[in-house]
DNA sequence: TATGAATGAGAATTCATTCAT
DNA sequence: CATGAATGAATTCTCATTCAT
């Protein structure tokens, strides 16, 4: 209570949560890696030791794995769907479509984690940000249809299976060359050409 | 290994191999279901329940769960080797490697799995199949080029990451239905027209 | 199914299982020694060595440490049951109560787990066998109340409190003379004298 | 230890001591609250979240969990101690006993802690209470016995088995009622009657 | 040869305890 | 001094693999 008269503002709540939010991100960012080369199968003590931490720091910032896996989804899927938003603005939507698919591979392996193993869990984030993108998706494909950019037999799910597929194909090659990774997102989008 | 020196002659008649190949084939049945409905991670003991068998007698054909997924990919690549040989003296090339592409994504998710994971261990034979299927599946891409059926500018590797990564998120998808296995393959072969 | 031809019948089923039944039998064996000593909290791994097997083999036998809890509890519960059976047709309640008590504490801890974890998830079975237990009693309490040998103001549920944490304390205390048991059951029925 | 000495005198004061002992005091209170509700096995997490605190200042005040376990011992047997010095003094012997019996059950769960784990450590202070206490106890129960109010065939040892098994079932019962502990403490002296 | 019981390494998760802020 | 983030040992439980029957 009164212990508090002699701290400086500053120290109140910043240099403590520094440490915590770098560790956060470190954890996400071994996560990424060690999912994409060894599937969601990879254990909490591979990602804690890549991650410099300990076990326990993981799970003080997830509650479990598949958590964790959600935060990463929810993280890749919020930058595609800001990318999304943009995208519908753009006058021309298959141009439009083709960059957000780029951005979203070359941030890698998008969407390419087994859906069945996050869906199982309730992540009513995760799924809100799923819908979301789906129907922001669908808008920019319907446009993209109508003004003659791809053809109209196609659906998007269509889209999201073979870009997903190749996603994760390309993230266990382990090529990681962005050059590879946009030279197979056009190939997807070249199969959606009328 | 040395196990058959004991076996006296009259036990090694046809009748017992019969049955012994059966249950190579029962497991080897089983494990293909397993493995799509729920993955690699799927265990012994749900194969061979499936099968009918003891997880001894798994292991008995199999002397490992890799030598068994090594199998499975053997048997499935040797297929489609198969249907290689055959397309490749047919008069049309591009409808040659369409048909072969549909046949392997129809007997489902051929090339789906993992290849970590099997690529771990040292699998003389699977490798071997790989290769040999490489090699033909370069020959029919290069004569479906030659007679403009395929965009000049595409390589038989960025083939097979679009089909693999497609077949697998099919088989993901739950999507068992040969109708929607042919139609992405129809999807995949069209990025690769000129 | 042919390869049972030469088995002799005795090997058909009778030996497996004897090894089965006798590694149940040592873990219960050792869970409950293990259990006493140091309290329900004890780990599995310590169980497993105590009875000579693997982990594994723990968890064959009962699904879950629970299981393992409620299977003891079921298996004291049943015993003293069978006691009141007996008792229940005896001349002098009284008696017939006293020695039921005795020989479940001789038969030590009997009711001395916290039933807290052991109630909380739905062991069917231990409900069960606790409320036949509790049933008969109460028969035998209120039949030893009517023959003036217990007195009336008190409850079979003050018996259980008294008898139950008695066992508890003296299987903390790490006494396991019969004589020590005995004793202070002869205690605790005096309590209820009239 | 030595982190006293860059204390400078002005942090000496009052005040910051008052603070550090109402810290201690609200964290033993939380304890005793949360050990009775869950048991010894509560953690120190909860018990610091209950007092309002962080886990540090527990281990500010209290070396290790043990530690706290024996501080509130400590202060029971402390107070149950001061109710034996005031009984001694009485005339009535068997009533002065019975009454300091029900002030520490009414204080709930006494010593219903499992005694193996404080005993582990050495704690030479709840060693002393325990001693004094056992001792006061010892004197206060021959005087009844002496008085005709207690069987002579009994022992102090015997009284703590039955008022220290009831106050851990009582405890475990969740059942907080005064009323409850002072009438199964009734019957416990009853179980002491000549 | 088939079976399934046994084994034990390893995974996820919890929590007492330490230590930087 | 207080705080809570970090740590890692320990716990429960799973599953590939071995081996007695």
Known sequence: MSRTVDRSPIELGG?????????????IAAAEQV?????????????????GVGKGTVYRNFESKDDLVAAILVLRLGKMEEDLIVALDQPDPGRAMRDVLKAAAVRSS???????IVLSGQHAELEAVKNRLKERMKTLFAEAQKAGEVRPDATVDELFVLFGGVCRALAESGDTSPKAWSRHTDLVVDAFRP
């Open 15 to 27: 240099p403590r949560r520094a440490d915590g939010i770098r560790n956060r991100e470190k954890v």
């Open 35 to 51: 999912f994409v080369e060894q599937g969601i199968e990879a254990g909490i003590p591979e990602i804690a030791a890549r991650a």
């Open 110 to 116: 998008a969407i390419g984690f087994p859906p069945g």
